[in-house]
């Protein structure tokens, strides 16, 4: 996944946080703020993104 991608789907969940729970909105929060420091997510990171964004973005609207 490049890195334009990963932006796109941490830019598409932010309409969703309102649905998360404690602990995915903490999860959300990690990968926003990796995001503006511009670092790669690692391959666990990726997989948990992925989970997020398919549990609430409805299938659509995804990419």
């Known amino acids: 996944m490049t890195k334009s991608e990963q932006h796109k789907i941490i830019?598409?969940?932010r309409d969703y946080i309102h649905k998360m729970?404690?602990?995915?909105?903490e999860d959300y929060e990690m990968f926003r703020k990796?995001?503006?420091d511009?670092?790669?997510?690692?391959?666990?990171s990726l997989?948990?993104?992925?989970?997020?964004?398919?549990?609430?973005?409805?299938a659509r609207f995804r990419y």
């Open 34 to 36: 990796r995001d503006r």
């Open 21 to 25: 729970n404690r602990y995915e909105l």
């Open 38 to 44: 511009d670092e790669d997510l690692d391959s666990i």
């Open 47 to 58: 997989k948990k993104l992925i989970e997020l964004y398919e549990k609430y973005v409805p």
């Open 11 to 13: 830019e598409t969940l």
